[in-house]
């Protein structure tokens, strides 16, 4: 989990890099392994990097490829980023880092907008093209990363969460009726591009939007769910067999393209259960699980999912606890409660 923001401004003043600061400050929880930011004259971007990918300095964003004319602020995984990497390679680009951020600035110069299409992962990430003066914004298929932005006449702000834009200053809070509205009714879900807040919005789900330097925008949909029966019915052991040979593969790719250890994030459910399951069928080794209670809930300690089995490979599990006082609203404190397990998850590593 990254952090990323960033200002173009479209009234040909450059950007305030001190709004840029602001918000990368607000941002430090999701990126605690390094902090940079750049400019560009009206363009300013800041990342907050948790390393997962190249662990290297090499990685470290906002990533400037002078060679290219690109910059770039990511925040996600690509998993098919190797093979992406190689049939960029066989084109004739050179690479000078190990990860997958560096994949993404090579494929938007060899695709255009295209290149989200073929990227397999969860990303929200921002492209500034030095010569074309052009902003790029994308977000992944299922909307896993967030992004959210904010404008007026003279500028565009975006960042991963709602707290720094707030923190970047200059947003209308009053609260979008028809966002509350769909907060009542659709069990706590606000669809994109609204957000309680009425000057703030979020791009939707596998989208892209450009922003030229005077201001124009476009946005469109690279991705639509195909929702279509095989031609061929299947019987039920079949489509078990496909279900379990799909989870088998998604889940060797994210085993496979992190440098860090892999973990396990236990919520009772069904599908963390089955995530430490497929995990152990791919033989990962000293696999790391871990839980969140609340002191005051004894239905919701934590401790009770410490209790599965630790069958090979060996899993080490642990538990954060929180107070009542932890418990505050998401919309308005973000990442309080998740302070902890993150402190945790981190020492484990």
Not at 108 to 118: D, K, L
Not at 209 to 216: A, P
Not at 317 to 323: C, G, I, Q
Request: one cysteine or more; aromatic letters at 8%; a neutral charge.
């Amino acid at each position: 989990m990254c952090g990323i923001c960033g200002e173009l401004r479209l009234d040909g003043a450059p950007a305030d890099l001190s709004a840029v600061a602001r918000m990368m400050e607000q941002l430090e929880r999701r990126g605690p392994d390094h902090g940079g930011s750049w400019s560009d004259g009206a363009l300013g971007f800041g990342h907050r990097r948790l390393s997962v990918i190249d662990l290297s300095i090499r990685s470290n964003q906002p990533m400037v490829d002078p060679d290219l004319g690109l910059a770039l602020v990511f925040n996600g995984a690509i998993y098919n980023y190797p093979e992406l990497r190689r049939e960029l390679v066989s084109r004739g680009y050179r690479f000078f880092s190990e990860g997958d951020s560096e994949t993404i600035l090579k494929a938007w110069h060899a695709w255009g907008e295209g290149c989200v299409e073929r990227l397999h992962g969860m990303f929200a990430f921002a492209i500034w093209d030095i010569g074309k003066r052009v902003l790029f914004l994308a977000r992944d298929r299922f909307g896993i990363k967030p992004l959210y932005w904010t404008a007026d006449g003279g500028r565009l702000r975006f960042a991963s969460s709602p707290q720094a834009l707030l923190e970047g200053g200059g947003v209308d809070t009053a609260i979008d009726p028809v966002a509350l509205h769909h907060l009542f009714t659709l069990h706590a879900v606000v669809p994109a591009p609204r957000t309680l807040l009425s000057g703030v919005r979020k791009l939707a789900p596998a989208h892209w939007m450009r922003i030229d330097s005077d201001g124009r925008r476009e946005e469109r949909a690279y991705w639509r769910l195909m929702a279509t029966r095989p031609e061929r019915p299947l019987t039920d052991g079949e489509w078990l067999e496909a279900i379990h040979q799909a989870l088998r593969e998604a889940v060797r790719r994210r085993n496979q393209v992190a440098d860090v250890p892999v973990g396990v994030l236990l919520s009772g459910g069904l599908d963390s259960s089955l995530l430490v399951a497929l995990l152990a069928e791919a033989g990962v080794s000293d696999l790391r699980t871990f839980s969140v209670g609340f002191e005051d809930t004894p239905e919701e300690a934590g401790s009770e999912f410490g209790s599965i089995p630790a069958k090979p490979p060996q899993r080490r599990s642990v538990n954060a606890y929180a107070s009542w006082k932890d418990r505050r609203l998401p919309s308005q404190y973000g990442a309080a409660v998740a302070t902890q397990p993150w402190t945790r998850s981190r020492q484990a590593r």
